[in-house]
């Protein structure tokens, strides 16, 4: 039988027609052998024959006979700033941070645009229609009621819809975040002077410094209060651009010069390496390849036009001409978060200052390539760079008065539904307690009720003179005024043992 099947895959190979040779093969074996092994033995080489008939998938074919053995061409993996957003090492600290403040600036949405309206209240129905606006992705109902510190809920007495408003606490710490900023306006002038010293030609655009005005602690008509209040310092070129008057050189010192000249003065290290130096704090479980840290050191070293340096022209096609500029925009942008309240600000945002401060590169990619000195947080519906060595357990080093106002709020807002159930009153604990000790005494006597009327006749303002009062008294008065309540008690006792 073996036989038999051999010869018949070979004529297969050759194109040959065998099912006719098939047929009169089950014929003999037919008269041979019973009809069911016969049967057995067929359908085993029918389904031989449709997996030889039938043609192979074009893909096994493609490059010829001998496809399978062939090598593909091994392609080197594209390094970009998308690959490198995806691969790099997470701040969970920091992420966590990001999402909490992303839910402070929904809260900080909804109050712009409650001032909009004349009541110091806006019904749920209403704010529900501002849920795509402030980029709310549950039920308005639902996120109002996950923040009763925030919001207070109540229904209209005449309207009779449920209506919403801020809490006194939220709205004290708001007017008092606007206070301190107005006392902070000088402050607020120094930075918009570093500022416009960073830029290029000394300008900068209204629109830009509007979208980072928060960031920067600057009021919200800064363009009246202090672009126009102080016309020695600033100049506007048209509606939309400011323009520097008068440069202050006391100013023009980075923080990170100020850095590397305590590290100088501190630890004792050489110029050489002190002198370009940039702060180098890692996230946890980064991995160190092989030869990182000499390319690092050597990074280091590399001289640079410093941010508020003489504006010269670097060559780009010269021996490290790319490193140097890039290593400026590396100087300017951490200057420019050093500057913020936060030290952090988005990166849609920090974008509008590419012209202005000549940095013609991608800033996410250049971030990206020098994880000790900016994290990019991916958390939210934007991407926020911060400053790392500025943050340690998610907070600030060197917190400011702006800072901790806004730190108050996000407290606040992280409190969630606790702590709502508000304590009553002392005075009210002591009365109830009062009644059921007099409702208790009528239906028996009890242990230590002499005790009461002494404390119902103290004196709580002036408590010196319960004393004086009591130290004069002698012996024998006290126990006629208080000696039958003794004994009612003692007698009490007795009859209970």
């Known amino acids: 039988m073996i036989p038999i099947y051999n010869f018949l895959i070979t004529l297969s190979a050759k194109a040959f027609s065998i099912k006719p040779i098939l047929s009169i093969v089950a014929k003999m074996w037919r008269s041979l052998l019973g009809s069911h092994k016969v049967m057995m033995f067929e359908s085993f080489g029918v389904g031989i024959l449709h997996k030889i008939s039938t043609p192979v998938s074009k893909e096994a074919f493609v490059f010829g006979p001998f496809n399978l053995n062939t090598q593909k061409r091994w392609k080197k993996p594209v390094v970009s700033a998308r690959t490198r957003l995806e691969d790099r ?6 992420d966590k941070l990001t999402r909490q403040l992303m839910r402070l600036k929904i809260v900080l949405k909804l109050r712009e645009l409650m001032l909009k ?5 806006v019904s749920v129905q209403r704010l529900s229609r501002w849920k795509n606006i402030v980029g709310l992705n549950i039920e308005m109902g639902v996120f109002l009621r996950k923040y009763p510190h925030i919001f207070e809920m109540f229904t209209h007495p005449v309207k009779r819809n449920l209506c919403c408003k801020f809490t006194q606490k939220m709205a004290n710490l708001i007017e008092e975040e606007n206070n301190i900023i107005k006392d902070s306006e000088l ?3 120094q930075r918009l002077k570093k500022l416009l010293m960073m830029s290029t030609n000394g300008t900068l655009h209204i629109h830009a410094l509007r979208l980072i005005r928060r960031e920067l602690g600057l009021p919200e008509d800064f363009q009246d209060s202090i672009l126009l209040k102080y016309p020695d310092d600033f100049r506007l070129v048209g509606l939309e651009i400011v323009a520097l008057v008068s440069r202050d050189e006391n100013l023009a010192v980075a923080e990170v010069e100020k850095w590397r000249e305590k590290e100088y003065r501190e630890k004792w290290l050489s ?3 002190t002198r370009y130096a940039f702060q180098i704090h890692f996230p946890t ?4 390849e092989k030869g990182f840290r000499e390319k690092l050191k050597n990074w280091q070293r590399i001289p640079y ?13 010269s021996c490290g001409g790319i490193e140097r500029f890039e290593k400026r925009a590396i100087g300017i942008l951490h200057e420019f978060l050093s500057l913020t309240i936060e030290k952090m600000v988005d990166i849609e945002r920090l974008s509008h200052f ?7 590169i991608n800033l996410r990619e250049l971030l990206l390539k020098h994880p000790g000195i900016f994290y990019i947080s991916t958390k939210g519906n934007t991407q926020t760079v911060f400053l790392r060595e500025a943050y340690g357990k998610g907070c600030l080093f060197h917190p ?27 005075k009210g604990i002591l009365e109830r307690h009062n009644d059921i000790d007099c409702n208790e005494v009528v239906q028996s006597p009890r242990v230590g009720h002499w005790v009461i009327p002494i404390l119902e006749s103290f004196d709580h303002q002036n408590p010196n003179k319960n004393l004086s009062e009591v130290s004069d008294t002698s012996d024998e008065e006290l126990n006629e005024k208080y000696g039958n309540l003794c004994s009612q008690d003692d007698a009490y006792v007795k009859g209970k043992e």
Do not use: H, W
């Open 285 to 288: 479980g980064f991995k160190i």
């Open 117 to 121: 309206r004349r009541d110091p209240y």
């Open 305 to 317: 036009l410093k941010p508020y340096g003489q504006k010269e022209v670097i060559r780009i096609r």
């Open 400 to 426: 400011n008065p702006i800072y901790t106002v806004r730190r108050k709020m996000l407290d606040l807002l992280l409190l969630g539904c606790r702590s709502t159930r508000e304590l009553q009153p002392q």
């Open 187 to 189: 402050i607020a002038v």
């Open 271 to 273: 110029e050489f390496e």
């Open 89 to 94: 090492t997470r701040d969970l600290r920091l």
């Open 354 to 360: 590419r012209r202005d401060f000549n940095m013609e």
